[in-house]
């Protein structure tokens, strides 16, 4: 995966607590295959077009923010659906980081595997950053996961983001790797577990 | 000195570290692991990386998300959804993976047929790619969802990394009135925790209330619990949890299952064990209740009234009620019981299981729907059992129809899907914007109130509807 270290582009203001991951990409787009074209059409889907596939009045179709490659929100981003495309259409649509005051744990757990930043800021914090004349004008935002900050202008502020998951997306590390070093203590402890707890076995 | 006393939560977590790393990041052992067809990006990455299942013994696969519940023999509504499900066939194939596919007498929605197949057991760690994993809770398993990359690890390594979650006990106490069901009670719980309340914590429901509930109403109840933030919900395992497990296919047998149910009686909070949230609940104060809004959060008793923007406080709030009532197309202070409702569905991993068939049955019985409904059992073996018992003439002769086992529309991944601007009362468990399909709106209810509301074309208080009949 590709290391993470700073990040400076338009941030797109979505002022909204509670955005669902269904919201982030309707199931409904989840059976087309991510190769074709990504998932990047379907971000926000429904807040951005009409049924008719009309452009509606929304921040991500303001030539603004068009191109963002940060979103801010309110509380809650990205709760419910653990499904992952939610986070292959943000990163495919070009953001990597999203500024909120809380997310969905197993949002935020799936956007570290696909080297895209929750950083967390209070909520007195994420309206300033909401609020900022510099962010409405789709002036560049700057992120720094090593310093924990957020520069919007003259507006600096500090973000939370659990250290293990910040060591591996300014590594870049990969689970998969990370896990496999450790294939003779798996090994072991499948071996004892399994002799101590028969039971847990499915029977056939 | 004595060992610290440890709590559910703790105990299963202990007994699956394989190891710490200095950042407080466990490896964790996974006993089960459970697919469907959205898990396809997780295969995807396993065959990227041209790896093997690691072990395809402890790896269950069903087909649910996408199967039609209506004409099976078409394999799926579109090209694209029989391709969702071919690929789990073959994904599961080439992998040696046990499929409970489309055309299985036990095929089901994955969180009904696995605790009913006796896979899910307590002190099992469990995960799968769905939120509502959390479902398996109920029997005293410690199980989580989780997104296609940690899929694909778990299929790699039958492991995964993950940070101790903070513990929070939900304490409900006194007993459910009559009518009132443990949808309401899990519904109750997520307004009062609020839809991030429980976000980073691993939660226990506990108390009198709880331990009342029957196995069924204890998975509704831990099946919402992500509505609440929480990964995880769990029941401690007691008699009725081993009654429930006992001669299932795939559950332990004979000895075997004797020395288990030792073990399992080790898993209860020990008494003096400390949590990082206490909330409590009073049962007995609760009423039928159903969401208004597009967040679980926003339910309400049916005797109440929608809330005013007007007279919210916390901005963020009132905007997000304001947002609701526009979609919704509803008017601040209105009844609820004056909301009326299209069209009504049964069914889903929240309340698709035999109890909440013969609930919904024992309102309609009799009596004739006044909208359209689609009723889906949990798992083909349900319709079985349901229709040994009769209820599907009852769902049937109310004019309802009756249909195979899937998500179905809690989801509309299938083709079953609530037309634009139209409101259902669902047993589901989400009534975000469009869930149920693009402008769909939903009033998530229990199966006696989804019931209520066919017969009314409203929401409606069920209590009066069943007196004189045996709930």
């Excluded at chain 2, 760690?125 to 109920?138: F, M, Q, R």
């Excluded at chain 2, 919900?233 to 007691?238: E, L, Q, T, W």
Aim: charged letters at 20%; aromatic letters at 6%; hydrophobic letters at 40%.
């Amino acid at each position: 995966m590709k290391p993470f270290r700073t990040l400076e582009g338009a941030a797109c203001p979505l002022p909204l607590a509670n955005i669902d991951t269904d919201q982030i990409i309707s199931a409904r787009f989840m059976k087309r295959p991510r190769s074709e074209g990504g998932y990047g059409q379907y971000l926000l889907y429904d807040f951005r077009f009409d049924e008719d596939g009309k452009a509606r009045d929304f921040a991500l179709n303001d030539p603004r923010y068009s191109n963002a490659r940060i979103v801010i929100a309110k509380r809650n981003f990205g709760c419910g659906s653990s499904r992952e495309p939610a986070v292959y259409a943000l990163a495919d649509y070009g953001v990597t980081c999203v500024i909120a005051p809380s997310f969905g744990d197993i949002f935020a757990s799936n956007s570290i595997r696909n080297g895209v930043l929750p950083a967390a800021v209070s909520e007195a914090d994420a309206d300033a950053l909401l609020q900022s004349a510099h962010v409405l004008a789709g002036l560049p935002v700057r992120v720094d996961l090593a310093q924990q900050t957020i520069v919007a202008g003259n507006l600096s502020v500090s973000f939370d983001v659990p250290m293990q998951w910040k060591a591996r997306l300014i590594n870049g590390w990969d689970d998969v790797d990370m896990t496999r070093a450790h294939a003779g203590e798996i090994a072991a402890f499948a071996t004892k577990y399994e002799s101590e707890n028969t039971w847990a076995l499915p029977k056939r | 000195m004595a060992a610290r006393p440890l709590t559910i939560i703790e105990k299963i977590w202990n007994a699956h570290a394989i190891l710490e790393r200095e950042d407080g990041d466990t490896l964790l052992w996974i006993d089960r692991h459970y697919v469907h067809e959205g898990s396809n990006h997780g295969f995807g990455q396993v065959a990227a990386r041209k790896a093997e299942v690691a072990r395809p013994d402890l790896t269950f696969g069903i087909a649910d998300h996408y199967v039609p519940t209506r004409q099976r023999e078409s394999r799926g509504a579109s090209a694209e959804i029989r391709n969702m499900i071919d690929l789990l066939e073959q994904n599961t194939a080439r992998h040696r993976v046990s499929l409970f596919g489309l055309d299985d007498a036990q095929q089901g929605i994955v969180h009904v047929v696995m605790p009913e197949q006796g896979l899910t057991l307590p002190g099992l760690l469990i995960v799968c790619g769905d939120s509502h994993t959390s479902t398996h809770g109920a029997l005293g398993a410690y199980a989580f969802g989780i997104g296609a990359s940690e899929v694909a690890h778990v299929l790699m390594t039958q492991t995964i990394w993950q940070k101790r979650p903070k513990k929070m006990r939900v304490s409900v106490s006194g007993q459910l009135p009559e009518g009132v069901s443990a949808k309401d009670l899990a519904l109750n719980v997520i307004a009062g925790l609020g839809s991030g309340g429980a976000t980073g914590h691993a939660i226990e429901y506990a108390g009198d209330a709880v331990r009342a509930l029957s196995i069924e109403a204890r998975m509704t109840l831990c099946n919402l619990s992500i509505e609440a933030g929480s990964r995880l919900g769990i029941v401690a395992p007691d008699e009725k949890t081993f009654a429930y497990i006992e001669g299932r296919p795939h559950a332990p047998h004979g000895e075997l299952f004797e020395r288990a149910v030792e073990e399992w009686r080790k898993l209860p909070s020990d008494e003096d064990a400390v949590f990082n949230a206490e909330m409590a609940f009073d049962a007995a104060a609760m009423t039928p209740t159903a969401t208004w809004g597009t967040s679980p959060e926003q339910a309400l008793p049916i005797g109440a009234r929608l809330p005013d923007p007007a007279d919210i406080e916390d901005e963020t709030k009132a905007q997000g009620v304001r947002a609701a009532l526009e979609y919704m197309g509803l008017r601040p202070k209105m009844a609820m019981s004056d909301i009326s409702i299209d069209r009504v569905f049964i069914g889903s991993c929240t309340n698709s299981r035999i109890e909440d068939l013969r609930a919904a049955a024992a309102v309609l019985a009799g009596r004739r729907a006044v909208v359209p409904g689609l009723v889906s059992p949990g798992s083909m073996l349900i319709k079985q059992q349901a229709e040994q018992e009769g209820l599907d003439k009852v769902f049937v002769e109310a004019g309802l129809s009756w249909e195979a086992s899937g998500c179905s529309m809690c989801v509309g991944m299938n083709g079953d899907i609530v037309e634009p601007g139209q409101r259902c009362a669902s047993t589901s468990n989400r009534n975000f914007k469009g869930r149920q399909g693009p402008g769909a709106r939903t009033h998530l209810v229990s199966p006696a109130m989804a019931a209520a509301a066919a017969l009314t074309g409203r929401l409606t208080d069920v209590r009066p509807l069943l007196a004189g009949r045996k709930p």
